[in-house]
């Protein structure tokens, strides 16, 4: 069984441990992304591949003291930028993808290009994992990126991937509150429905290897005290591991919280594909795609 990280921390030593993985920095043009993936390789935890234009590259990443040693792909646009970088990681040349100075729909649209990209279909949603100050271990979010509305069938495949990923870094049986505004079924309220069927859904064995619970209010699902104070039943109220948010919205809005008003460490990537697919905006921190790519580097299954 894979050992279960009790924080952030550990991901770059597990990452250590798992062996070194080759990333492919699609649109290395970026100052802050390049920095992230040269500590990663200093750690031992990767070796680089940098796709993109030739003088972009050569302008933020010629500083680093082990350039020469990097696999590098010059290529003559944003398209074949694209091309080249899904091409690698399909073609088992690399491990992990990760996003640079290239719009995540563009990116996203070139790993669903079934020319060059991913030969069968796959639905992609996106997983944060936050390590907060307040909240008594780790804590996942999905999917605050990718799914703008998702309906039930949509949400059901968004809970799969997730537990899927957090499976292969030692998260056995993740406990997933359904969140809504409220606690209780509300017909005029469709997230409290969907939740109330994602419920059913894991009770009869149609969504596995986890406990779901919902709808729950965010208060319920992460403080142990609102679950007494209303006297909600159940294992997952209280004690959570996984938030599945109604909408990007909410999602969006709760990422943003926890980094900006809790103090919060996380680690993001894109879940769903045969590979991790490392995608973090360009307002997060360096340490947060430093963490992401160790996070993407410890879920690779050693070969």
């Known amino acids: 069984m894979t050992r279960k990280i009790k924080s952030l921390d550990d991901l770059k030593e597990l990452a250590v441990a798992n062996g070194k993985k080759k990333l492919v920095l699609c649109a290395a043009g970026d100052e802050h992304s390049i920095d992230a993936v040269y500590d990663a390789y200093r750690a031992g935890v990767i070796d680089p591949i940098l796709v993109g234009q030739k003088e972009e590259i050569e302008k933020y990443a010629a500083h680093c003291k082990d350039f020469h040693k990097f696999q590098v792909f010059y290529e003559i646009d944003e398209e074949h930028v694209i091309r080249r970088s899904v091409q690698l990681v399909v073609n088992g040349e690399a491990d ?31 997983f944060a ?21 998702p309906p039930l069938k949509h949400k059901v495949q968004i809970v ?17 509150a359904a969140l809504s505004a409220i606690e209780m079924v509300n ?31 965010f208060d319920n699902a992460i403080s142990k005290e609102s679950k007494k104070q ?20 909410s999602g969006n809005i709760l990422y943003k919280a926890f980094v900006f008003f809790a103090d919060a460490k996380v ?17 997060d921190s360096e340490e947060t795609k430093l963490n992401s790519i160790y996070m993407a580097a410890f879920s690779v299954k050693t070969k």
């Open 160 to 176: 799969k991937n997730a537990i899927r990923f957090v499976r292969s870094i030692g998260i056995e049986k993740p406990k997933i």
């Open 96 to 126: 992990i993808l990760m996003k640079g100075n290239v719009t995540t729909a563009a990116l996203l649209r070139g790993v669903l290009n079934k020319e060059y990209g991913l030969k069968e279909k796959r639905f992609l949603s996106h």
């Open 230 to 249: 209303k006297n909600i039943p159940g294992e997952v109220a209280g004690d959570a591991d996984i938030l599945l948010v109604p909408n990007i919205e």
């Open 129 to 149: 994992l936050f390590e907060i100050p307040n909240y008594h271990k780790l804590l996942g979010i999905t999917d605050v990126a990718l799914n703008i509305l």
């Open 267 to 283: 680690a993001g990537v894109v879940v769903g594909a045969p590979f991790p697919i490392v995608l973090t905006s360009r307002a």
């Open 187 to 217: 017909e005029d309220m469709p997230s409290t429905i969907d939740a109330a069927l994602l419920s059913i859904m894991q009770r009869r064995g149609q969504i596995k290897n986890c406990l779901i619970d919902g709808p729950l209010a």
